[in-house]
């Protein structure tokens, strides 16, 4: 009974051993041998004691020279391998497992290492030490020797700047509302400061300023530690992390100077540590505000600014039957405040009855539909409401006149001269150009020399208005030689907002009589500034100028189009301006210019333009009156050529600026230099504009026709030749021509 037993232990025994052997990944037979250490090396990463960023990439390799390695641990200490605490590496739960070969490791880099300045700017440092720790672990669970790197994390701290309000001017107080957002942009540099990415969050502060404010927010930060806001995540719903309202929740006193300041925290811990005006700083006052600024802007009358309510309107008077257009946008930026509604209205009864404005407030109604009127006074009343409640209202009144355009023909003497002694006729007298175009005028049917002449240098300066209606079509005169006359200030483009507190202004009423289908002939002496160049807002711009990117002068490439609501541009269907003398550019780009080689010696009919051909009547030339070309005369062939030229699209510089002809431009006439190796040689010099050649006013007898216009004086060249044209306008104009009592005369006045 024993021994049977001991005979079923042993069997129960082995087949155990056997079980566990087989379920046992290492089976081992004979004699058991000890477990070799497996080794580890670095690959890659930074070299010992280098600086890098904060993103760390580390590459690495293990071996088992008796199995093999199952997988890896790791773990990042601060300190250098000297410095750093024992502690941070003992006991397996300070280890992270990994069975990858290689991780980027992001660390903090926190610590203070002063500033440094890239391109003008100053950037605050961060760094800190760190050893990388990585060892290799077996099939069996024995662990390699450790291998290290030691390096420095750094890291540029990340900044914000406060982008609303507008900070026109860092450093100086800027009065804003009561209530105020303010509104910011975070950058975070990685390793240079385009190199970047989003903060990670944000803080601000708001409070007293002082004139040691700025240099205890940058050497002493830690006074003002307690006066900052929670971190806020940058993206936090709501914009939260990006804009904050300031007066809501706090009183601010009226009166007196405060700093907003916002600070930026990055990924790695880093926070901005230099405070700049320029940037992240504002200074500021709570003031009770007038209201926004409201900026109504129109076609043909100019821009006009309101602020606040002080009931002041801007006056226009313009004619029956005129398109009104208007739109506008307000603007509450200057103080921290936003646009929330509009509202307008014509002719409101009661401003304070929501039902009497053409609309209800709300903050799509930046423009009003067109409207025409034909008699009376209205008034359009815009308004525009803040985020605050404060309030501007705008107020347009327009005055109608009707238009009449009973009579034929006006001629504006816009050429101011003197009775001089002629020596070497370079101008004419007062008396000489009085007559050419008196005998000019007089062979249109209806022209009365002492009712239908307007002379600007013995009247009210320029003609009302109202009594340019009266006519249907007009010859304006004009001379670049004296700032007197009155074309330069009609013309001229205004490009910036006119003050509601001027209560009527003058606007290029020109434009307007075109566009309600009146007629003109402008011409006059027009080099330097004159011409159509007094389009410009200042007379000393560079030619040949592009209109519709060159308005208030030369620039490089076509930033914007402003341009093209100039008189010249849209009305004249001018792409580009030229002139034989004014200031003329300088550059590579520019061919050789001299007034001696670019002087007109004549003009010739350009029958390539149906229009022009239309008319076989005009002069296949235009020459110079041969009293202006005697010997010794300033306008001597072999002195110079005719100087008081403006040209119009010269081919070398519509190719250079990539410029198009506008189908409404004809040319009529272009110029023989002087010397034909000119860019100016077949460049235009007189042609019609047909871009309201299609509109028939609105008065009995009136017809559609073409307008026209000369860049030179017509007075200085042959006299047949001058009536032929002027017969060929007025035929086009349907205006009847007077039967000539004989030849016009080539005597001057006496």
Same mark, same amino acid.
């Given at each position: 009974?024993?021994?049977?037993?001991?005979?079923?232990?042993?069997?129960?025994?082995?087949?155990?051993?056997?079980?566990?052997?087989?379920?046992?990944?290492?089976?081992?037979?004979?004699?058991?041998?000890?477990?070799?250490?497996?080794?580890?090396?670095?690959?890659?990463?930074?070299?010992?004691?280098?600086?890098?960023?904060?993103?760390?990439?580390?590459?690495?390799?293990?071996?088992?020279?008796?199995?093999?390695?199952?997988?890896?641990? @790791?773990?990042?200490?601060?300190? +250098?391998? $000297?410095? =750093?605490?024992? &502690?941070?590496? /003992?006991?397996?739960?300070?280890? *992270?497992?990994?069975?990858?070969?290689?991780?980027?490791?992001?660390?903090?880099?926190?610590?203070?290492?002063?500033?440094?300045?890239?391109?003008?700017?100053?950037?605050?440092?961060?760094?800190?030490?760190?050893?990388?720790?990585?060892?290799?672990?077996?099939?069996?669970?024995?662990?390699?020797?450790?291998?290290?790197?030691?390096?420095?994390?750094?890291?540029?701290?990340?900044?914000?700047?406060?982008?609303?309000?507008?900070?026109?001017?860092?450093?100086?107080?800027?009065?804003?509302?009561?209530?105020?957002?303010?509104?910011?942009?975070?950058?975070?540099?990685?390793?240079?400061? @385009?190199?970047?990415?989003?903060? +990670?969050? $944000?803080? =601000?502060?708001? &409070?007293?300023? /002082?004139?040691?404010?700025?240099? *205890?927010?940058?050497?002493?930060?830690?006074?003002?530690?307690?006066?900052?806001?929670?971190?806020?995540?940058?993206?936090?719903?709501?914009?939260?992390?990006?804009?904050?309202?300031?007066?809501?929740?706090?009183?601010?006193?009226?009166?007196?100077?405060?700093?907003?300041?916002?600070?930026?925290?990055?990924?790695?811990?880093?926070?901005?540590?230099?405070?700049?005006?320029?940037?992240?700083?504002?200074?500021?006052?709570?003031?009770?505000?007038?209201?926004?600024?409201?900026?109504?802007?129109?076609?043909?009358?100019?821009?006009?600014?309101?602020?606040?309510?002080?009931?002041?309107?801007?006056?226009?008077?313009?004619?029956?039957?005129?398109?009104?257009?208007?739109?506008?946008?307000?603007?509450?930026?200057?103080?921290?405040?936003?646009?929330?509604?509009?509202?307008?209205?014509?002719?409101?009864?009661?401003?304070?009855?929501?039902?009497?404005?053409?609309?209800?407030?709300?903050?799509?109604?930046?423009?009003?539909?067109?409207?025409?009127?034909?008699?009376?006074?209205?008034?359009?009343?815009?308004?525009?409401?803040?985020?605050?409640?404060?309030?501007?209202?705008?107020?347009?009144?327009?005055?109608?006149?009707?238009?009449?355009?009973?009579?034929?023909?006006?001629?504006?003497?816009?050429?101011?001269?003197?009775?001089?002694?002629?020596?070497?006729?370079?101008?004419?007298?007062?008396?000489?150009?009085?007559?050419?175009?008196?005998?000019?005028?007089?062979?249109?049917?209806?022209?009365?020399?002492?009712?239908?002449?307007?002379?600007?240098?013995?009247?009210?300066?320029?003609?009302?208005?109202?009594?340019?209606?009266?006519?249907?079509?007009?010859?304006?005169?004009?001379?670049?030689?004296?700032?007197?006359?009155?074309?330069?200030?009609?013309?001229?483009?205004?490009?910036?907002?006119?003050?509601?507190?001027?209560?009527?202004?003058?606007?290029?009423?020109?434009?307007?009589?075109?566009?309600?289908?009146?007629?003109?002939?402008?011409?006059?002496?027009?080099?330097?500034?004159?011409?159509?160049?007094?389009?410009?807002?200042?007379?000393?711009?560079?030619?040949?100028?592009?209109?519709?990117?060159?308005?208030?002068?030369?620039?490089?490439?076509?930033?914007?189009?402003?341009?093209?609501?100039?008189?010249?541009?849209?009305?004249?269907?001018?792409?580009?301006?030229?002139?034989?003398?004014?200031?003329?550019?300088?550059?590579?780009?520019?061919?050789?210019?001299?007034?001696?080689?670019?002087?007109?010696?004549?003009?010739?009919?350009?029958?390539?333009?149906?229009?022009?051909?239309?008319?076989?009547?005009?002069?296949?030339?235009?020459?110079?009156?041969?009293?202006?070309?005697?010997?010794?005369?300033?306008?001597?062939?072999?002195?110079?050529?005719?100087?008081?030229?403006?040209?119009?699209?010269?081919?070398?510089?519509?190719?250079?600026?990539?410029?198009?002809?506008?189908?409404?431009?004809?040319?009529?006439?272009?110029?023989?230099?002087?010397?034909?190796?000119?860019?100016?040689?077949?460049?235009?010099?007189?042609?019609?504009?047909?871009?309201?050649?299609?509109?028939?006013?609105?008065?009995?007898?009136?017809?559609?026709?073409?307008?026209?216009?000369?860049?030179?004086?017509?007075?200085?060249?042959?006299?047949?030749?001058?009536?032929?044209?002027?017969?060929?306008?007025?035929?086009?104009?349907?205006?009847?021509?007077?039967?000539?009592?004989?030849?016009?005369?080539?005597?001057?006045?006496?």
């Amino acid at each position: 009974m024993h021994r049977r037993f001991i005979t079923l232990a042993t069997l129960i025994l082995a087949a155990g051993l056997i079980s566990y052997l087989g379920c046992t990944e290492d089976i081992y037979l004979g004699i058991y041998e000890e477990n070799e250490q497996p080794v580890i090396h670095l690959t890659n990463g930074p070299l010992e004691g280098d600086t890098t960023e904060y993103h760390v990439n580390f590459f690495w390799v293990g071996y088992d020279p008796d199995g093999r390695v199952d997988y890896y641990e @790791w773990i990042m200490v601060s300190g +250098d391998p $000297i410095g =750093f605490d024992p &502690d941070d590496t /003992t006991g397996l739960d300070k280890w *992270n497992p990994i069975v990858r070969t290689d991780s980027i490791f992001t660390v903090k880099a926190d610590d203070p290492g002063g500033t440094v300045e890239i391109d003008g700017n100053l950037y605050g440092k961060y760094e800190r030490t760190y050893t990388f720790f990585v060892r290799a672990v077996d099939n069996r669970g024995m662990r390699s020797e450790a291998a290290h790197r030691s390096f420095t994390a750094f890291n540029l701290a990340p900044y914000a700047v406060i982008t609303f309000p507008r900070n026109t001017r860092p450093g100086q107080t800027q009065i804003l509302n009561p209530i105020v957002t303010f509104e910011w942009d975070g950058k975070d540099p990685i390793d240079t400061p @385009w190199n970047y990415q989003d903060i +990670d969050s $944000i803080r =601000f502060l708001v &409070d007293y300023y /002082t004139v040691y404010t700025m240099g *205890n927010l940058n050497e002493h930060p830690e006074e003002y530690e307690l006066k900052w806001s929670p971190w806020i995540w940058y993206h936090t719903q709501g914009d939260s992390g990006k804009s904050t309202i300031i007066g809501d929740d706090e009183v601010l006193r009226l009166n007196r100077i405060y700093f907003f300041a916002v600070q930026a925290m990055d990924e790695a811990g880093a926070i901005t540590s230099v405070f700049d005006f320029r940037t992240n700083v504002f200074l500021f006052m709570p003031l009770d505000h007038d209201g926004p600024e409201l900026t109504v802007r129109t076609d043909y009358f100019g821009n006009f600014r309101f602020i606040g309510t002080n009931y002041v309107p801007a006056k226009i008077r313009t004619m029956a039957g005129l398109p009104l257009d208007f739109s506008w946008s307000g603007d509450a930026r200057r103080y921290g405040g936003y646009i929330s509604t509009y509202r307008y209205g014509w002719d409101v009864a009661d401003l304070s009855k929501p039902e009497d404005w053409d609309v209800y407030p709300g903050p799509q109604h930046t423009s009003c539909p067109t409207k025409k009127y034909y008699m009376g006074v209205h008034t359009l009343y815009i308004e525009t409401e803040d985020n605050f409640g404060n309030i501007t209202l705008g107020q347009i009144e327009v005055s109608i006149f009707p238009i009449l355009m009973n009579k034929n023909l006006l001629w504006v003497d816009d050429f101011p001269s003197g009775e001089f002694h002629q020596e070497i006729w370079a101008m004419p007298r007062e008396s000489e150009h009085d007559r050419f175009w008196i005998d000019i005028c007089s062979r249109a049917e209806g022209f009365d020399p002492d009712n239908d002449v307007f002379d600007c240098s013995h009247s009210a300066f320029y003609p009302d208005l109202e009594h340019i209606v009266k006519y249907k079509n007009i010859i304006w005169t004009y001379s670049s030689e004296y700032r007197t006359t009155v074309w330069d200030d009609i013309v001229q483009f205004v490009g910036d907002y006119r003050d509601n507190r001027i209560e009527e202004i003058t606007f290029n009423y020109l434009a307007t009589y075109l566009r309600m289908g009146g007629h003109l002939w402008t011409l006059g002496k027009s080099d330097r500034g004159g011409g159509l160049a007094a389009v410009q807002a200042s007379l000393g711009q560079q030619y040949p100028i592009n209109l519709r990117c060159e308005i208030f002068g030369p620039t490089s490439g076509c930033p914007d189009t402003i341009g093209t609501a100039c008189m010249a541009y849209r009305e004249y269907c001018i792409s580009v301006l030229d002139k034989v003398r004014g200031n003329i550019r300088s550059g590579i780009d520019v061919p050789y210019r001299h007034v001696d080689r670019d002087g007109m010696s004549y003009c010739y009919k350009d029958d390539s333009d149906p229009l022009t051909l239309s008319h076989p009547e005009l002069p296949e030339r235009i020459e110079l009156w041969d009293k202006i070309t005697e010997p010794d005369n300033y306008f001597d062939p072999e002195e110079r050529g005719f100087l008081y030229v403006e040209a119009y699209n010269p081919q070398y510089w519509m190719m250079k600026s990539y410029s198009r002809t506008q189908s409404c431009f004809h040319p009529m006439y272009r110029m023989r230099a002087r010397n034909t190796n000119s860019c100016l040689n077949n460049a235009v010099v007189a042609f019609w504009t047909t871009k309201y050649a299609h509109i028939v006013a609105e008065a009995p007898g009136t017809v559609a026709a073409p307008s026209v216009h000369f860049g030179f004086p017509l007075w200085f060249f042959n006299r047949s030749q001058a009536n032929l044209i002027a017969d060929a306008i007025f035929k086009e104009w349907q205006i009847k021509p007077v039967m000539s009592s004989g030849e016009p005369s080539d005597q001057p006045a006496q």
